[in-house]
């Protein structure tokens, strides 16, 4: 009688489900995510191989002179006959990048969380953040040599200038996006200010603050390097001025495609880190429920 019963909901569950027109959709596999990464990607890969097409065409029929604009293969032969030194040079920036970028989360979110819980202290900050952020960091990297030298404190002190903004911006975005009666329910049910935050307003801010990342992943990459225009001996940065200076472009090139690879790899990390940590926002946006026809 039990299983009868059971059968009958069962039933008149999937009848009301296909009534309403939605389908529910199991969580997909391994292989169905790949796939749907293949699916995601191929546009940009293909774009990027239409352009290296297009690079090599015009090299090839000399459209432009050679110490313009380097052909493909000069570009790729000068980071294989000196793969130590590009090697060297591409660490030091990676490390300039991640330890700021690490930074930056850090002071970012603590002081969005601040700034959330107090609004004086937001309308006091808010107005000095966007003034900072509008400063060339380029007009004000001098600066930071002269006061802490010319070491790795210059570089990643601009580093966390240019991927601080984001991070706070939408952190602060997240925090206040949560839905108040969420919050008016947990106030009912006797929650305290930290189980509130930490159950209910944090957890809803980390969509928004994964969006910030993956901007401030890349200008991470863009202020260590602009940190090594202004005074450094090693980096991407380095790297490129010497060679501008001697009018080597195919090196140039070379700097200027580990230093994109850089910021790609970055940005493609921090995805990663969102698919894994918040999978129901990931299944939301992309293996959601689907209206049948």
Do not use: C
Request: aromatic residues 10%.
């Amino acid at each position: 009688m039990v299983t009868h019963t059971q059968s009958a909901r069962a039933g008149q569950q999937e009848r009301d489900g296909e009534s309403s027109g939605i389908a529910e959709r199991s969580r997909p596999g391994t292989l169905q995510r790949l796939g749907g990464f293949l699916e995601r990607s191929w546009r940009p890969f293909a774009l990027l191989a239409a352009l290296f097409v297009a690079w090599w065409a015009v090299t090839a029929a000399e459209l432009v002179e050679p110490y313009l604009v380097p052909s493909p293969a000069d570009t790729f032969d000068a980071i294989a006959q000196r793969p130590e030194y590009f090697w060297e040079h591409t660490w030091t920036t990676s490390y300039e990048t991640l330890l700021g970028f690490a930074i930056a989360i850090a002071i970012g979110v603590i002081s969005a969380v601040l700034m959330v819980q107090s609004s004086t202290l937001e309308k006091t900050l808010y107005p000095l953040l966007l003034f900072a952020q509008v400063i060339p960091k380029i007009a004000i990297a001098p600066l930071f040599v002269v006061w802490l030298g010319f070491g790795l404190g210059p570089k990643i002190l601009v580093a966390v200038l240019m991927a601080f903004f984001p991070v706070v911006i939408s952190m602060v975005t997240g925090l206040k996006s949560v839905d108040p009666e969420m919050l008016q329910l947990s106030s009912t049910m006797g929650a305290k200010p930290g189980q509130t935050f930490w159950k209910i307003r944090f957890p809803a801010s980390l969509p928004h603050l994964f969006s910030g990342l993956k901007v401030a992943a890349t200008m991470a990459v863009t202020g260590a390097v602009v940190g090594e225009f202004v005074g450094a001996d090693a980096g991407l940065g380095f790297v490129i001025l010497q060679a501008n200076g001697n009018l080597d472009t195919p090196v140039l090139f070379a700097g200027l495609l580990i230093m994109s690879l850089l910021g790609v790899l970055l940005f493609v990390l921090v995805e990663w880190l969102e698919q894994l940590l918040l999978p129901w926002h990931a299944s939301r946006r992309d293996e959601g429920a689907t209206t049948t026809m």
